[in-house]
Nanobody, 122 residues
C-alpha cells in the first residue's frame, strides 16, 4: 500500500517562497511516478511537477523556472521548492503516486496524500 504524507505549506505574501515535502512509502521503486498536483477553488487539478523512476521530470508551464522538484531516493522523499510565488499559486497541493513513466494526466495518479494548503496573498 502506497502511503504519502505531506508537510510544509502555509501562507506567504506574493514573491515569497515555500517548500513542500512528501514522505512516500510502499511503492515499487523500479516503476513509479511521484508528483505534486494542485487544485485551486473552482479549477481543475493540475500536475505541477512530477518525476519517474528514470529521473525524467516534467513541470507545468506556469511554474517552470520558479518551482524546483527534487527527490531523495534513499529517504523516499519528494520535495518541491517554490519561489516567486504568485496569488494564482494558491491551492491545495497534493503529493501523488502513479505507475511510471512520468505523466501529467491527473487521472492516472491512484494514490494521494492528504493535501497541504498553500496561500499566497497579494
Amino acid at each position: 500500500q502506497v502511503k504519502l504524507v505531506e508537510s510544509g505549506g502555509g501562507s506567504v505574501p506574493s514573491g515569497g517562497s515555500l517548500k513542500l515535502s512528501c514522505k512516500a512509502s510502499g511503492y515499487d521503486d523500479t516503476n513509479y511516478c511521484l508528483g505534486w498536483i494542485r487544485q485551486a477553488p473552482g479549477k481543475e487539478r493540475e500536475v505541477v511537477a512530477a518525476i519517474d523512476q528514470n529521473g525524467k521530470f516534467v513541470y507545468a508551464p506556469s511554474v517552470k523556472d520558479r518551482f524546483t522538484l527534487s527527490q531523495d531516493k534513499a529517504e523516499r522523499t519528494l520535495s518541491l521548492e517554490m519561489t516567486s510565488l504568485k496569488p494564482e499559486d494558491t491551492a491545495i497541493y497534493y503529493c501523488a503516486h502513479a505507475m511510471g513513466p512520468v505523466t501529467t494526466e491527473t487521472g492516472v495518479y491512484g494514490y494521494w496524500g492528504q493535501g497541504t494548503q498553500v496561500t499566497v496573498s497579494v
